[in-house]
């Protein structure tokens, strides 16, 4: 299994900004894939989660309404499109996988990727 | 603050258990699962669906959940089980996850 993270970088507040995660190794198209952060010096915080066929995502109060998870299974990608961004969204973006005992919503992230790092300058 | 209260930090002895809890009325009825996180590195599932071990962790990490609150237990403590703990649950109700604060190890 891999999961590897890309389009981080800098960014100016209230600015977008879209990452990719490309997963292998797996059933990518039946499992729920989703995104955790972890600002500097924070703990970890769940993001977004994605179903297998991509009808039903899932966001925390933090994001919803600004952020957007998609996927596209034929390309193995799930996508995080993050819009009107705060300097305290700047964290490192971590890709994870839901395990297979599902699957369901409620499954637990049994790999995640290395993680790309978003910074929002204000 | 988190929902999930775990504490801050916990030192154990080498070759002593340590033991983390999670408590919060989230606990309650809903599966725990449990991440390591060591500096620098990705964070790992080391425990899932309240006392599951995923492939390749060791059997001295195990833990026990019956109500409030969820208790992730290490024996035979070591240098290298050193890291930020975390558990986290899955809020039907509002169709979120919850992680908790994070619990510093320290093998001392």
């Known amino acids: 299994v891999e999961l590897l993270e890309s389009g981080g970088g800098l960014v100016r507040r209230g600015e977008s900004q879209r990452l990719s995660c490309v997963g292998s190794?797996?059933?990518?198209?039946?499992?729920?894939m989703g995104w955790v952060r972890r600002a500097p010096g924070k703990g970890l915080e769940w993001v977004a989660s994605?179903?297998?066929?991509?009808?039903?995502?899932y966001y925390a109060d933090s994001v919803r309404g600004r952020f957007t998870i998609s996927r596209v299974n034929s390309e193995n990608t799930v996508y995080l499109q993050m819009d009107s961004l705060r300097v305290e969204d700047t964290a490192t973006y971590y890709c994870?996988?839901?395990?297979?005992?599902?699957?369901?919503?409620?499954?637990?992230?049994?790999?995640w990727g290395l993680g790309t790092q978003v910074a929002v300058s204000s | 603050s988190s929902v999930l209260t775990q504490p801050a930090s916990v030192s154990v002895a080498p070759g002593q258990t340590a033991t983390i809890t999670c408590s919060g009325d989230k606990v309650r009825n809903k599966f725990v699962h449990w991440y390591r996180v060591k500096t620098g590195q990705a964070p790992v599932l080391v425990v899932y669906d309240d006392s599951d071990r995923p492939s390749g962790i060791p059997e001295r990490i195990s833990a026990s959940h019956s109500g409030d609150p969820a208790t992730l237990i290490i024996k035979r403590a070591e240098a290298g089980d050193e890291a930020d703990y975390y558990c986290q649950v899955w809020d039907s109700s509002a169709d979120q996850w919850l992680f908790g604060g994070g619990t510093k190890l320290a093998v001392l």
């Open positions: 190794g797996f059933r990518f198209n039946i499992l729920f």
């Open positions: 994605v179903s297998g066929s991509g009808s039903n995502t």
């Open positions: 994870v996988k839901g395990d297979e005992e599902g699957p369901t919503a409620g499954d637990s992230f049994d790999h």
